[in-house]
């Protein structure tokens, strides 16, 4: 099967089904391909389900989730700061080994 694409740098092309790749996430149900185009471009494009599911006919999709982590309940503590960022530098400078590491 042949699949009409686009490439924002060559335009209109034609890809075999075996070239694209079909992308689910259950989390909140976005459907879209992926594809390499001639030129090296990776193109990622939203889907709607009427494409989707014809891709999916000669395409096996490739179903995701969210990481949960994104949903966590967290507190926000104060920005870090650039002396924030050199202590920990310094603290990195400071271990030799994983030992070292694993004992702080």
Do not use: K
Request: charged residues 20%; hydrophobic residues 40%.
């Amino acid at each position: 099967m042949i699949v009409r694409a686009e490439c924002d740098r060559c335009g209109p092309l034609s890809l075999f089904h075996d070239q694209i790749s079909l992308f689910h996430c259950t989390t909140n149900g976005r459907l879209h391909c992926a594809y390499r185009c001639p030129c090296g471009q990776i193109m990622v494009r939203w889907l709607n389900i009427r494409i989707y599911a014809h891709l999916a006919c000669v395409v096996t999709p490739i179903e995701w989730t969210l990481p949960a982590e994104l949903f966590e309940d967290r507190e926000r503590g104060p920005a870090l700061t650039v002396l924030d960022l050199d202590a920990w530098h310094h603290q990195l400078d400071a271990i030799s080994t994983v030992d070292d590491l694993v004992r702080s």
